[in-house]
C-alpha cells in the first residue's frame, strides 16, 4: 500500500533561517581572471582609438586642405569650396567598395552591430571588420561625413575584446563581458568618460547588472581612461557653461519645456534616419553606391553650411560655452540634422553621438535666445543632455556624459529634469530608439527594462507540495501497476493519481530513485521487476533554494518535477515541485504589478445598517 510522507505543507510553521548559501549576487572564482584580461583590452582599446582620431585628421587634412598632419582640421577651413561637394562622394564610393568586398558589417552607426554580435552573435566579432570598421569610419568623417567616432570605436574596442576571448578558452557571457569592456573603453577614451561609458555599457549592451560583467567593463573603461591621458590629454573636451551655484526656480521650469522638445527633436531625428533607410531600400541600385549617394547629400548639405560637416567638436564647444552666432545655430540645427538622418539610412559608416551632441546644442542654443538668461551655454548643456536621453532612451548615460564632457556639476539637476523629460516623451510616443530600430527591422527583439527575476525572490519551500505517496524499492512493478489502473477505473477516490512523480525508498526510508505515473500505469502488468531496479535517478531541488535556480536544473535535465529532499547526512524526501509552482511565482509576480488596491483610507467605511422588516 501506498505511504503518506507524513509531513505538513512546507512553508508553513517554519522559524526564520538565515540561508548561508544564497547572497546578494552570485560571484564565480572566474570573475577575477576575466577582470584581469579587462586590463589589456582596456589599454589596446584606448591606443586603438587614439589611432582612429588620429587617422580622422590625417584623412581630414589630405582631402581638404591638401596637406599631410595629423593636426587638428575641419573641413569648412578649405580654400576650394568645391571640395566640400566632391569629397563626401569619394568617401561614400570608398567604404561602398570596403562594404562590398571587404566585409558588410562596417555599414552603419556601429552601436546596433555591436548589440546583434551580443544577442544572437555569441559575441564573436571577425578580425577583419577589427581593421575595417575604424578605416572606414575615419574615411566617411575625415571626407566630411556628419558623424561621430564612437559607434565605430564601440564596434572597434568590442571586436578587441571578443578577439582576446576568442583565443581563450571561455564561456559566452564571458566573452560578452570582455567584448563590452573593449567598447566601454573606446568610449572612455575618446570623450574622456569612463563613468559614462560604464553606463552605456550598462544600459545599452550587457542586458544585465551583475558583478561579472560590470567589473570587466569598469576596469576596462579606468584603464582605458589612464592610458588616453599621454595620448590626448585629461581636460574635459568641451569647455563649461559656467553654470552659477543658484539657478533660479523658472529656469527649472524651463528645463521641462526643453526636455519636452529635446524629446521632439530625438522622435524626428529617428524617424528621419529610417525614413532614409526606407527610401534608399527602394532605390534600383546596389547598395554599394548608396554611401556615394548619401555622400552626395552631405555634399550639399556642406555648401549650405560647411561647419555641419566632420565630428564638428570646435562647434560644439562654441554651442556650450555661449559663442555660437544665430547663422550657426540655425544652419547646425537645420543641416547637421538634415544630411546626418539622411545620409545615415545611406548605410555609410559613422556614429550618433557627436551628431546628437552637436544638435542637442544648437537647439539649446536656439532656446537660449528666448528663454531667460542662466548662462553662456547653459540651455545648450541641458537641451544637449535632453536630446541624448531621447535619442538612446539612456538619461543616466546623457546626465553623466555632459557632466564628464564639460565638468559642470551646478548644471546636474537641471540636467536631470530636461533629460528625464525628454526620456519620458520618447518612451511614451516611440517603441524603438535609433539604436535599436534597425535590429527590431532584422527580425530580433530586445527589451530594456530590467528588473529581478521573481523566481529568484521565492523558495522552494515556500510553494513546494507534500510527496503524498510513496513506493518501496522492493515492491514489483506489476503489483503497483494494478493499484494504479484501479485507482483510474474507480475514479481515483484516494488521489494516488494527483501525483505525477513518485520517490522510491529503500528498506531504510532513504531515496533509491524515482519513477513516474506515465510508466508506471503504462508498464507490462505481469513485470515482477522491484520498482527499485526500474527507478531512475532523482534530480532533486532542496527546501533552501530558489525557484530560479530550480528553472535552470528544469532546463538542464529537461524535466518538469523535482523532488524536494533535506540537506541532511540521509536525505528525507520533502516534497515535490514542478512547473506550475514556477507559473504559480509568475502569477504573483503579475498581480503586484497590475492589481490596484487602496491600503489606507482617511475615513473608514461604516458597515451597512441591518435590513428591517
Known amino acids: 500500500m501506498p505511504t503518506s510522507a507524513g509531513s505538513p505543507a512546507p512553508g508553513h510553521h517554519r522559524p526564520a533561517l538565515k540561508i548561508p548559501h544564497l547572497g546578494d549576487f552570485h560571484v564565480p572564482p572566474r570573475v577575477v581572471l576575466i577582470t584581469a584580461l579587462a586590463v589589456p583590452v582596456g589599454a589596446v582599446a584606448a591606443v586603438v582609438a587614439a589611432g582612429l582620431l588620429k587617422l580622422i585628421a590625417l584623412i581630414t587634412n589630405l582631402a581638404f586642405?591638401?596637406?599631410?598632419?595629423?593636426?587638428?582640421?575641419?573641413?569648412?577651413?578649405?580654400?576650394?569650396?568645391?571640395?566640400?561637394?566632391?569629397?563626401?562622394?569619394?568617401?561614400?564610393?570608398?567604404?561602398?567598395?570596403?562594404?562590398?568586398?571587404?566585409?558588410?558589417?562596417?555599414?552603419?552607426?556601429?552601436?546596433?552591430?555591436?548589440?546583434?554580435?551580443?544577442?544572437?552573435?555569441?559575441?564573436?566579432?571577425?578580425?577583419?571588420?577589427?581593421?575595417?570598421?575604424?578605416?572606414?569610419?575615419?574615411?566617411?568623417?575625415?571626407?566630411?561625413?556628419?558623424?561621430?567616432?564612437?559607434?565605430?570605436?564601440?564596434?572597434?574596442?568590442?571586436?578587441?575584446?571578443?578577439?582576446?576571448?576568442?583565443f581563450l578558452r571561455v564561456t559566452t557571457d564571458e566573452r560578452k563581458a570582455l567584448l563590452v569592456a573593449g567598447s566601454a573603453a573606446g568610449m572612455a577614451a575618446t570623450f574622456n568618460?569612463?563613468?559614462?561609458?560604464?553606463?552605456?555599457?550598462?544600459?545599452?549592451?550587457?542586458?544585465?547588472?551583475?558583478?561579472?560583467?560590470?567589473?570587466?567593463?569598469?576596469?576596462?573603461?579606468?584603464?582605458?581612461?589612464?592610458?588616453?591621458?599621454?595620448?590626448?590629454?585629461?581636460?574635459?573636451?568641451?569647455?563649461?557653461?559656467?553654470?552659477?551655484?543658484?539657478?533660479?526656480?523658472?529656469?527649472?521650469?524651463?528645463?521641462?519645456?526643453?526636455?519636452?522638445?529635446?524629446?521632439?527633436?530625438?522622435?524626428?531625428?529617428?524617424?528621419?534616419?529610417?525614413?532614409?533607410?526606407?527610401?534608399?531600400?527602394?532605390?534600383?541600385?546596389?547598395?554599394?553606391?548608396?554611401?556615394?549617394?548619401?555622400?552626395?547629400?552631405?555634399?550639399?548639405?556642406?555648401?549650405?553650411?560647411?561647419?555641419?560637416l566632420g565630428v564638428g567638436y570646435g562647434v560644439i564647444d562654441a554651442l556650450l560655452t555661449g559663442h555660437a552666432t544665430v547663422g550657426l545655430i540655425v544652419g547646425i540645427l537645420v543641416v547637421k540634422t538634415l544630411i546626418w538622418g539622411l545620409s545615415l539610412g545611406s548605410g555609410t559608416s559613422g556614429g550618433v553621438l557627436a551628431p546628437m551632441f552637436m544638435v542637442g546644442g544648437a537647439l539649446g542654443a536656439a532656446e537660449a535666445l528666448v528663454f531667460p538668461h542662466v548662462s553662456p551655454g547653459f540651455w545648450a548643456l541641458v537641451s544637449l543632455a535632453g536630446v541624448l536621453g531621447g535619442v538612446m532612451r539612456s538619461?543616466?548615460?546623457?546626465?553623466?556624459?555632459?557632466?564628464?564632457?564639460?565638468?559642470?556639476?551646478?548644471?546636474?539637476?537641471?540636467?536631470?529634469?530636461?533629460?528625464?523629460?525628454?526620456?519620458?516623451?520618447?518612451?511614451?510616443?516611440?517603441?524603438?530608439?535609433?539604436?535599436?530600430?534597425?535590429?527590431?527591422?532584422?527580425?530580433?527583439?530586445?527589451?530594456?527594462?530590467?528588473?529581478?527575476?521573481?523566481?529568484?525572490?521565492?523558495?522552494?519551500?515556500?510553494?513546494?507540495?507534500?510527496?503524498?505517496?510513496?513506493?518501496?524499492?522492493?515492491?514489483?512493478?506489476?503489483?503497483?501497476?494494478?493499484?494504479?489502473?484501479?485507482?483510474?477505473?474507480?475514479?481515483?477516490?484516494?488521489?494516488?493519481?494527483?501525483?505525477?512523480?513518485?520517490?522510491?525508498l529503500d528498506a531504510d526510508g532513504g531515496l533509491a530513485g524515482v519513477v513516474t505515473r506515465g510508466a508506471l500505469i503504462h508498464a507490462d502488468p505481469a513485470d515482477v521487476t522491484p520498482l527499485g531496479e526500474l527507478a531512475r535517478t532523482a534530480v532533486v531541488a532542496h527546501p533552501d533554494e530558489t525557484l530560479r535556480a530550480l528553472a535552470n536544473r528544469m532546463a538542464q535535465h529537461e524535466v518538469t518535477r523535482l523532488l524536494v529532499v533535506t540537506r541532511d547526512p540521509r536525505p528525507r524526501v520533502e516534497g515535490i515541485i514542478s512547473l506550475r509552482h514556477l507559473l504559480t511565482a509568475r502569477r504573483i509576480d503579475l498581480h503586484e504589478e497590475h492589481h490596484a488596491e487602496r491600503v489606507l483610507t482617511l475615513w473608514a467605511r461604516r458597515a451597512p445598517a441591518p435590513a428591517t422588516s
Open 65 to 166: 586642405l591638401g596637406r599631410l598632419g595629423s593636426g587638428s582640421a575641419v573641413p569648412a577651413d578649405t580654400p576650394h569650396r568645391w571640395l566640400l561637394a566632391v569629397m563626401p562622394v569619394a568617401g561614400g564610393l570608398l567604404i561602398g567598395l570596403m562594404a562590398r568586398y571587404g566585409s558588410e558589417k562596417i555599414r552603419g552607426h556601429g552601436m546596433p552591430e555591436a548589440i546583434e554580435s551580443i544577442l544572437v552573435g555569441g559575441s564573436r566579432v571577425q578580425p577583419r571588420v577589427a581593421v575595417l570598421k575604424p578605416a572606414s569610419a575615419a574615411i566617411s568623417i575625415g571626407t566630411g561625413g556628419p558623424f561621430g567616432a564612437e559607434g565605430p570605436i564601440i564596434m572597434t574596442g568590442g571586436a578587441v575584446g571578443s578577439l582576446l576571448a576568442q
Open 193 to 308: 568618460a569612463p563613468l559614462a561609458s560604464i553606463l552605456l555599457a550598462v544600459e545599452l549592451l550587457l542586458f544585465e547588472w551583475r558583478p561579472r560583467s560590470y567589473l570587466p567593463v569598469s576596469v576596462a573603461a579606468v584603464t582605458a581612461t589612464l592610458v588616453r591621458g599621454p595620448l590626448l590629454g585629461t581636460a574635459p573636451l568641451f569647455g563649461g557653461a559656467h553654470v552659477p551655484d543658484r539657478i533660479g526656480l523658472p529656469a527649472y521650469g524651463l528645463c521641462v519645456v526643453a526636455g519636452a522638445a529635446a524629446g521632439l527633436l530625438a522622435l524626428g531625428a529617428t524617424a528621419l534616419v529610417y525614413f532614409s533607410e526606407d527610401l534608399f531600400s527602394r532605390l534600383r541600385v546596389h547598395w554599394m553606391w548608396w554611401p556615394a549617394i548619401g555622400g552626395a547629400i552631405i555634399g550639399l548639405g556642406g555648401l549650405v553650411e560647411p561647419r555641419a
Open 395 to 504: 538619461p543616466l548615460t546623457g546626465i553623466v556624459f555632459c557632466l564628464e564632457l564639460t565638468h559642470e556639476i551646478n548644471a546636474l539637476i537641471p540636467m536631470v529634469i530636461t533629460a528625464s523629460a525628454a526620456y519620458l516623451l520618447s518612451v511614451v510616443l516611440l517603441k524603438r530608439s535609433v539604436l535599436t530600430e534597425k535590429l527590431a527591422r532584422r527580425g530580433l527583439h530586445l527589451t530594456r527594462e530590467y528588473s529581478v527575476d521573481p523566481l529568484e525572490v521565492h523558495l522552494v519551500r515556500q510553494l513546494e507540495t507534500p510527496a503524498g505517496v510513496t513506493f518501496a524499492a522492493g515492491r514489483p512493478a506489476c503489483e503497483v501497476t494494478a493499484l494504479l489502473r484501479a485507482a483510474h477505473d474507480a475514479g481515483d477516490p484516494e488521489g494516488l493519481l494527483a501525483q505525477r512523480l513518485y520517490p522510491v
